[in-house]
């Protein structure tokens, strides 16, 4: 079996990330990222999908009471931390941090990703001893809002 990331479970529902899907704006018009699907405990039904954004897939990290918080990672815009509401299938933005400040982490994917009081942090989940001078790498990288 693979390693498996991006499941979360609920006091009803079962949340996980579909496999990211390859992006390309020629090929992929109108398709998703890849969704996170809710599985109702009990019957094993699927209940609700959330679909990511075209070229930026979404993973569930944890529950906050009855909400998904999710990471939607971007590799050319802002990537975010959401929250994703099961009853009305709707998403909010709890933290948004720009392209600029977005870790590189060795092409490491997904990264280790913690959200919790209004701060993520991101790590990479192997690290490599480099050769040489060579440029530093990022390990872990953590972001806060401002306000």
């Known amino acids: 079996m693979e390693r498996c990331t991006g499941v979360v479970v609920g006091k009803r529902q079962l949340?996980?990330?579909t496999k990211p899907r390859e992006f390309s704006p020629e090929t992929s018009r109108g398709l998703v990222a890849?969704?996170?699907v809710a599985?109702?405990?009990?019957?094993g039904n699927t209940v609700r999908k959330f679909d990511a954004r075209p070229g930026r897939p979404m993973f569930p990290l944890r529950m906050?009471?009855?909400k998904v918080i999710a990471y939607?990672?971007?590799a050319t815009a802002p990537s975010a931390a959401v929250s994703?509401?099961?009853?009305?299938?709707k998403e909010?933005?709890?933290?948004?941090f720009g392209e600029d400040e977005a870790p590189e982490m060795n092409g490491l994917e997904p990264p280790e990703v913690v959200y919790e009081h209004g701060r993520i942090f991101l790590a990479a989940t192997s690290v490599m001893?480099?050769?040489g001078d060579g440029p530093q790498q990022w390990v872990m990288r953590g972001f806060e809002s401002s306000g």
């Open 15 to 17: 949340y996980m990330a």
């Open 129 to 131: 001893r480099s050769k």
């Open 39 to 43: 599985f109702d405990l009990a019957t």
């Open 72 to 74: 939607r990672e971007a």
């Open 92 to 96: 909010s933005i709890l933290l948004l």
């Open 64 to 66: 906050s009471g009855d």
């Open 84 to 89: 994703l509401d099961p009853d009305s299938g």
């Open 34 to 36: 890849n969704e996170i």
